[in-house]
């Protein structure tokens, strides 16, 4: 463990009038500082993907899609569509695209143009009442 990622005690002495007691371990996470979620309260104990700006994009387009009607899941019943999010959304990804013109990588200019595309054919598909 390097001397950056060595955790300290807090010893609290209001009230107490015995002598010290020591104090109990404390996890590794609240000793070091550092906020984990820990694996009782994770759904899964797989460590996470990294978040990517790709990664973001496609979990604001999974979302959009769902607004849309989309299913996921082709066992689940089909999620009740909400256009004007599904439309915000699409407007917060089409920001984005401007904010960051000039910033990204070109696969991630490359994502976020396509996922783009793939939603602003969706929604007028489902405004028009075209199936897709």
Known sequence: MSEEEQGFVIRDKRGRS?????????PESTVTGESQVSPETSE??????PLTFASFVFSLGTSSLMLMGESLDPQQP??????PQAK???DI???L???TKGNLSTEETSV????LYTL????????SGVSS
Not at 18 to 26: K, N, Q, T, V
Not at 44 to 49: A, G, L, R
Not at 120 to 127: E, Q
């Open 18 to 26: 015995a002598p010290e007691e020591p104090a109990p371990p404390m």
């Open 44 to 49: 899964s104990s797989s460590p996470m993907p």
């Open 78 to 83: 089909s999620p009740p569509v909400n256009l």
């Open 88 to 90: 915000e959304i699409i």
């Open 93 to 95: 990804l089409s920001m």
């Open 97 to 99: 695209e401007e904010k």
């Open 112 to 115: 976020i143009g396509d996922m």
């Open 120 to 127: 602003r054919m969706k929604y007028v598909s489902a405004t």
